[in-house]
């Protein structure tokens, strides 16, 4: 699987999108950090265009690329490999150059300008939604042959998280204004990692105070003991049901 894996990844490099994404998000942050010198500020804004682009570069990417090398898996499928294997090989590639891009792209203007803990706490936050949102796009690819239906539905997962989701969710608290619903709020939250990763990015930043009696009652239970291993198993939760059902019906898909 190494060998794979390490094939996967020379294919990317050579590709020039890792490249192209890394700056991309290095001048993001340079010119964010140009802006204000408060590491609240500038948490949060980063936070706002990470929640925005990282899911659908991650989408996007991880499906053109399942099929950019579909003649290679198949290639690979037709000898002694494990198909496991050849799937976690691509599925890790796509992982480590996303994950790789967010660090360095992020970490180098950190390094000159200087964070908090915050800061890390969005480090991995991206890192965790692109792992959510690429293994989203692999389980679209592996259940169906068109390159554009499939990309279409790795949209669909994006447009539904980052957009459709919150005005669901909207609507329910304005049509429900006149009962208590901090609870349902805080369940529909664990539906939806955007949402879920945003949540636990504000809570960092103290600002619940202007998000009156729910918002206190998000950093009442997002900073207890109890809330941090929950939300964290379930971002876990999140980054791992799409890749393991995408490797089941890899493995029993006939190409």
Same mark, same amino acid.
């Given at each position: 699987?190494?060998?794979?894996?390490?094939?996967?990844?020379?294919?990317?490099?050579?590709?020039?999108?890792?490249?192209?994404?890394?700056?991309?998000?290095?001048?993001?942050?340079?010119?964010?950090?140009?802006?204000?010198?408060?590491?609240?500020?500038?948490?949060?804004?980063?936070?706002?265009?990470?929640?925005?682009?990282?899911?659908?570069?991650?989408?996007?990417?991880?499906?053109?690329?399942?099929?950019?090398?579909?003649?290679?898996?198949?290639?690979?499928?037709?000898?002694?490999?494990?198909?496991?294997?050849?799937?976690?090989?691509?599925?890790?590639?796509?992982?480590?150059?996303?994950?790789?891009?967010?660090?360095?792209?992020?970490?180098?203007? /950190?390094?000159?300008? =200087? *964070?908090?803990?915050?800061?890390?706490?969005?480090?991995?936050? @991206? #890192?965790? $939604? !692109?792992?959510?949102?690429?293994?989203?796009?692999?389980?679209?690819?592996?259940?169906?042959?068109?390159?554009?239906?499939?990309?279409?539905?790795?949209?669909?997962?994006?447009?539904?998280?980052?957009?459709?989701?919150?005005?669901?969710?909207?609507?329910?608290?304005?049509?429900?204004?006149?009962?208590?619903?901090?609870?349902?709020?805080?369940?529909?939250?664990?539906?939806?990692?955007?949402?879920?990763?945003?949540?636990?990015?504000?809570?960092?930043?103290?600002?619940?105070?202007? /998000?009156?009696?729910? =918002? *206190?009652?998000?950093?009442?239970?997002?900073?207890?003991?109890? @809330? #941090?291993? $929950? !939300?964290?198993?379930?971002?876990?939760?999140?980054?791992?049901?799409?890749?393991?059902?995408?490797?089941?019906?890899?493995?029993?898909?006939?190409?």
């Amino acid at each position: 699987m190494f060998k794979l894996l390490k094939y996967s990844l020379y294919d990317i490099v050579k590709s020039r999108f890792a490249i192209l994404y890394t700056i991309f998000m290095v001048l993001v942050a340079v010119s964010i950090y140009q802006v204000s010198e408060d590491m609240s500020k500038v948490s949060l804004s980063l936070l706002n265009i990470m929640l925005m682009i990282v899911p659908l570069i991650a989408a996007v990417f991880a499906t053109t690329h399942f099929f950019n090398n579909l003649e290679f898996t198949e290639l690979m499928l037709a000898q002694p490999v494990k198909r496991r294997d050849v799937f976690l090989s691509q599925v890790l590639a796509v992982i480590i150059m996303l994950s790789a891009a967010i660090v360095i792209g992020f970490g180098i203007p /950190m390094i000159l300008w =200087g *964070a908090d803990s915050t800061v890390l706490t969005l480090l991995g936050i @991206g #890192i965790a $939604l !692109s792992v959510v949102f690429a293994g989203l796009a692999f389980l679209a690819s592996v259940l169906t042959r068109d390159k554009a239906k499939a990309i279409g539905i790795s949209l669909s997962f994006w447009i539904y998280f980052s957009l459709i989701y919150d005005g669901f969710v909207l609507y329910l608290i304005y049509s429900l204004a006149d009962y208590p619903l901090e609870r349902t709020t805080l369940g529909l939250v664990f539906f939806n990692p955007v949402d879920l990763g945003r949540i636990i990015m504000l809570m960092q930043l103290d600002i619940s105070a202007l /998000m009156g009696y729910t =918002g *206190a009652f998000f950093q009442n239970f997002f900073g207890s003991a109890k @809330g #941090i291993l $929950l !939300s964290s198993a379930m971002m876990l939760l999140w980054m791992l049901w799409p890749l393991g059902v995408a490797m089941r019906v890899f493995r029993k898909k006939d190409f």
